[in-house]
C-alpha cells in the first residue's frame, strides 16, 4: 500500500500521529503531492531543516510574487502585512524585528501579566459556574488567551467576537485547506478590517500613551532604529492571531491529553506545584503547531533522495 501524507484526510485530522509513525519508519524524506512539499518527521533532519541558514522562513513573498497583478492588488493588505511578520522572515530583517520586540515582551513584563491572566480566568470560570457540561474550547481555551493579548495591547475586551471572527478569516489563507472557496478575498478582507482596529489603536497611544504593552512598542527606539507603523500593525495583528490561536490548541490539547492518561491528571491535581513541568511537557507531547515550514534555496540530500529548490520542506 503506497503511503502518502494528506493532512486534510478525515482520519489523519482526527489523529495524525499513526500516519506519523509510518513515515518516520518507512519513509523520512516523504514527498506529498497534496503539499507539493517534503516532509521530514524525524527529530534530527527536523532540527537539521530549522538551524539550516540555506533553508528560508520567506516562503510568502515568492508565493506573492507568482500572483498576476490584478489579484495581487486585490490582496494589497494581505500581502503587506503578512509580509512584515517575523515569522516570515529571514536574518537580517527577523533579527532587527525580534531584537526590537524584544526590548518590551521579555520575561519580566510577562510576568507582570499574570494577576490580569488569573483574573481572566477567574472571570471565565465564574461564567462557567457549576455546569457539568459546557462548550471548553467556545467557553474557556479560546477566549483566554485573545483576551490575555487584547488587554496588552489595549483593544476593548468587547471587540472579542469581532477579532476571533477576523481571526479566523485569516486563517483560511495562513493555514486552511486550498479548497476553501474565496478564501484570499475573505483573509484580505479581515486583514484590512484588523488593521484598522490597531492603527486606530496605535494613533490613539501616540497621542496618549497609556500603561499597556502597546504604548511601549509604539515609543520603541533602540540605538535610534523604530519600527514602522506598517510594522507596528504587522506585530500586532502577528501578536494577536498566531498567539492566541497557538495558546487554545496548547490548553485544548493539554487537557485531552491529561483525560487520556487520568493517573498524570490525578498526579497534578495532587501537587500542583507540578505545573511548570506539566506544561512543558504537555507542549512536548502534543504540541499546538504540527509543521515547521522552510523553502529550499540549494539542493538538499535526506535519507538518499535529493530535494528541489522550489520545494518546501517541513
Not at 514527498?31 to 533553508?55: E, I, N
Not at 483573509?187 to 497611544?205: K, P, V
Request: net charge negative; hydrophobic share 40%.
Amino acid at each position: 500500500m503506497c503511503l502518502e501524507y494528506r493532512p486534510s484526510d478525515p482520519s489523519v485530522v482526527a489523529d495524525p500521529f499513526p500516519v506519523y509513525r509510518r513515515l518516520q519508519h518507512d519513509d523520512p524524506a516523504h514527498w506529498s503531492p497534496s503539499l507539493k512539499a517534503w516532509v521530514l518527521t524525524r527529530y534530527d533532519d527536523v532540527k537539521r531543516v530549522c538551524l539550516d541558514l540555506r533553508m528560508s522562513s520567506d516562503r510568502l513573498r515568492p508565493f506573492f510574487r507568482t500572483l498576476p497583478s490584478t489579484e495581487a492588488a486585490r490582496m494589497a493588505e494581505l500581502i503587506r502585512i503578512l509580509t512584515l511578520w517575523m515569522v516570515f522572515r529571514d536574518p537580517p530583517e527577523h533579527t532587527r524585528l525580534r531584537r526590537l520586540a524584544s526590548r518590551v515582551f521579555h520575561v519580566r513584563s510577562i510576568h507582570a501579566l499574570r494577576p490580569n491572566v488569573e483574573a481572566l480566568t477567574a472571570w471565565l470560570l465564574e461564567r462557567i459556574g457549576d455546569r457539568e457540561d459546557f462548550d471548553f474550547i467556545a467557553e474557556f481555551a479560546g477566549p483566554l488567551p485573545a483576551l490575555v493579548i487584547m488587554d496588552m495591547l489595549g483593544v476593548p475586551r468587547g471587540e472579542l467576537e469581532r477579532l476571533k471572527r477576523l481571526s479566523d478569516e485569516m486563517a483560511l489563507f495562513v493555514g486552511s485547506a486550498r479548497e476553501t472557496p474565496d478564501k484570499y478575498g475573505r483573509a484580505e478582507a479581515a486583514t484590512h478590517e484588523m488593521s484598522d482596529i490597531f492603527r486606530a489603536l496605535i494613533g490613539a497611544r501616540r497621542s496618549v500613551p497609556q500603561r499597556d504593552l502597546l504604548s511601549e512598542l509604539v515609543h520603541l527606539e533602540d540605538d535610534g532604529e523604530r519600527l514602522s507603523d506598517d510594522e507596528l500593525v504587522a506585530t500586532c495583528v502577528l501578536l494577536l492571531f498566531a498567539g492566541h490561536e497557538t495558546t487554545t490548541h496548547h490548553i485544548t490539547n493539554g487537557l485531552a491529553a491529561l483525560l487520556r492518561f487520568p493517573g498524570e491528571l490525578e498526579k497534578l491535581r495532587a501537587n500542583p506545584a507540578l505545573a511548570p513541568a506539566a506544561v512543558e511537557e504537555l507542549l512536548r507531547y502534543d504540541g499546538p503547531i504540527g509543521a515547521q515550514v522552510r523553502i529550499v534555496q540549494e539542493p538538499q540530500a535526506f535519507h538518499g533522495r535529493d530535494s528541489d529548490p522550489a520545494s518546501a520542506s517541513s
